[in-house]
């Protein structure tokens, strides 16, 4: 039997869909393929994610959406959370999306509320203010206020405030790892970053200089000024005094090269951080994403699972 090409298969599944979730998948691949160039191999994949997060937005029973984190009614500063059905109070995974930081929706990862909903995580997704509406450091203050909306409010949806993970992919892992790193963001008045259980950064961007495949120019527009380039590089950061952490690149990421990712976990581990480092053979910058969609029983998954698990996320099992 023939093989259907991307684009075939691509159309295929388009035609399968209603015209509601045609609608969400457009502006779901829009910002794919204008914030991370998403290329025609994986449209398949992020439309199945994509609607499958669609449906489970709009249909899960323990899904309290667009609950505003920090006193605004800007649809930016709000977050969604999705409960598990047990009895006991459950591990938390904040999840902070990428898109280069001037796209991305909460509404766009719902999949990824569902892979970690099936694990047994009640699921805070979180978004933020974008360029050019702002610059850094304010959408990294906005997720210091998300976090700080989970350590005081997650046990009133099921979560338990002592099992907190942080996770960002791309830009969003950026955000996580400064929140962690740096003393600006966190000398922060709720919560002890060191009590977090852990971090899952995935295809994070750490050095803008050295081995960076990033687009500068836009690096220093979103950055806002020479010295905030210079000072939003994880990689200038590097300390010791942190929770677990686990680092996942593809060897073969157009946009957040493998050799910074590798050099920056070497040097944290250099100084003794807990720091775990994965590199995906063959990996990409979507490919690594696609790995925590439901229905990926790849090794970006199971390796964050058994983290979590070392990390103590059930140890009342």
Not at 183 to 193: L, V, W
Not at 257 to 284: C, H, N, W
Request: with cysteine; proline share 6%; hydrophobic share 40%.
């Amino acid at each position: 039997m023939e093989k259907n090409s991307p684009e075939k298969d691509f159309k295929d599944r388009v035609t399968r869909c209603g015209a509601s979730a045609i609608a969400v998948f457009v502006l779901f691949l829009f910002v794919c393929v204008s914030g991370c160039g998403a290329p025609v191999k994986y449209y398949g994949a992020l439309l199945d994610a994509g609607l499958d997060g669609y449906n489970y937005r709009a249909g899960y029973e323990g899904a309290v959406l667009d609950i505003p984190y920090a006193g605004s009614d800007n649809d930016m500063l709000k977050l969604d959370v999705f409960r598990t059905m047990g009895d006991k109070p459950a591990p938390v995974l904040v999840f902070i999306h990428g898109g280069y930081w001037n796209s991305g929706h909460r509404k766009l990862y719902a999949s990824f509320a569902k892979t970690f909903n099936s694990a047994g995580f009640v699921t805070v997704l979180v978004d933020y203010r974008l360029y050019p509406e702002v610059m850094y450091p304010v959408f990294v203050d906005d997720c210091v206020k998300a976090l700080n909306w989970t350590v005081e409010h997650i046990a009133e949806y099921g979560g338990d405030p002592a099992k907190i993970f942080i996770a960002g992919s791309s830009a969003g892992s950026h955000i996580a790892a400064m929140i962690l790193l740096d003393e600006e963001f966190r000398n922060i008045p709720a919560f002890d970053p060191l009590k977090l259980r852990g971090a899952l950064l995935t295809s994070s961007p750490f050095d803008f200089e050295k081995d960076n495949l990033l687009d500068e120019d836009i690096l220093h527009e979103v950055m806002g000024s020479e010295e905030n380039f210079r000072d939003a590089q994880p990689i200038k950061h590097i300390r010791k005094d942190v929770p677990p952490i686990l680092i996942i690149n593809g060897d073969r990421d157009p946009l957040t090269s493998e050799a910074q990712a590798a050099r920056f976990a070497r040097e944290m581990k250099e100084i003794g951080a807990p720091v775990t480092y994965l590199m995906i053979p063959g990996g990409d910058h979507h490919s690594v994403g696609l790995g925590l969609t439901p229905g990926r029983k790849g090794e970006v998954f199971a390796t964050f699972m058994k983290f979590a698990r070392d990390a103590g996320a059930f140890a009342d099992e």
